[in-house]
């Protein structure tokens, strides 16, 4: 018997608290989103064999191939080493753009970690998923995205010496962190647009640099974000209020850690973050370079569509857009018996 695991892409609004100077840290807002996803075909085997669909194959070059390979062989050796099997056989059939700011690091991990756990029926949970993988040590968005969807709030980490972190650093920088608590959950139904300029991005060490060199952020603008966060923007998923969620998501591009994130991008990519402000509410998701629209209808899609597609033709650049929904029920599992 063969299984399918689909997982949800998902924008990360921003961090809201890296001050630190109430005992916790980090507390990240995010949006599961249908479309791009990872999927991966699994079935047992003695060995660790992974296989790319000559579909994949004709969109990513050697470079990628090779990092994406090595990372799910190292998370399947991980998964499988816990549970007690020796090997497992994986057909990477779609990826989620790499580095891009739409969770594909998190998502390949707890989607190959679960896959492998139920076709040895071991059925692991997100938690165990992200503590055996090392992902949710910043952020909880990833981790939520996955097993539940939606619009998401997560509450951070206790923050001090000899607690869960004792300075700023991202998930990558955050081994044997626990995931932070789930503080909010709605469902989303409101349209998004992703604008993907294709160029370089910030991860890896230089990430890492980032957060050592501009923490902690000034506490009124976290307590700014914290009161647009509580009092507009979580009212407004309820109510169903675009306009009132994308004030939030408009302002939050200017301050806090998302106003550092948003001044370390190459100028053509502020450049087209505003102009897609002209026309909607928009945001860079996590480090980027993705930049996200929140839309209500056709008329709202087309425009965004128009104007990304525009930008890149006036200032020569490639790029991609893809116009998506929220993601109300994170992964899905598909069985094939053949």
């Known amino acids: 018997m063969k299984l399918t695991i689909i997982s949800p892409s998902r924008i990360h609004l921003g961090l809201i608290d890296l001050n630190g100077s109430i005992g916790r ?13 990872f999927i991966v075909e699994g079935r047992g085997s003695s060995d660790i064999e992974i296989e790319f669909d000559k579909n994949i194959l004709n969109n990513i070059n050697n470079i990628n191939k090779n990092e994406i390979e090595k990372r ?64 949710g040590g910043t952020s909880g968005i990833g981790v939520n995205a996955f097993e539940k969807g939606g619009f998401i709030i997560d509450g951070g980490h206790t923050f001090g010496k000899g607690k869960d972190k004792e300075d700023f650093r991202p998930s990558s920088a955050s081994k044997n962190v626990r995931a932070p608590p789930l503080l909010f959950r709605h469902d989303f139904n409101w349209d998004v647009v992703l604008t993907i300029p294709k160029g370089e991005n910030i991860y890896g060490d230089k990430e890492i640099d980032i957060f ?103 200032n020569g650049i490639e790029g991609d857009v893809i116009i998506t929904k929220g993601n109300n029920n994170g992964f899905k599992i598909e069985t094939n018996e053949k």
Do not use: W
């Open 25 to 37: 840290v980090d507390g990240g807002i995010g949006i599961t989103l249908n479309h791009p996803n």
């Open 72 to 135: 799910i062989y190292n998370i399947s050796k991980k998964i499988l080493n816990y549970i007690g099997e020796e090997g497992i056989y994986l057909k990477i059939k779609n990826i989620i753009p790499q580095h891009s700011g739409l969770g594909s690091g998190t998502q390949m991990a707890l989607s190959t970690g679960k896959l492998i756990s139920m076709i040895y029926n071991k059925e692991l949970d997100g938690k165990t998923l992200s503590n055996i993988t090392g992902r």
């Open 212 to 314: 050592k060199k501009y923490c902690p952020i000034p506490l009124n603008e976290t307590q700014r974000m914290c009161h647009l966060i509580l009092m507009k923007m979580m009212p407004a998923v309820i109510e169903n209020d675009i306009k009132s969620f994308g004030e939030v998501v408009n302002e939050l591009q200017y301050i806090g850690f998302k106003k550092v994130e948003v001044e370390l991008q190459k100028d053509i990519v502020k450049e087209l973050l505003g102009a897609l402000q002209k026309v909607s509410y928009s945001g860079l998701s996590s480090f980027g370079p993705t930049i996200y629209s929140i839309c209500n209808g056709k008329e709202g899609i087309q425009k965004v569509v128009e104007t990304s597609k525009e930008f890149f033709d006036k």
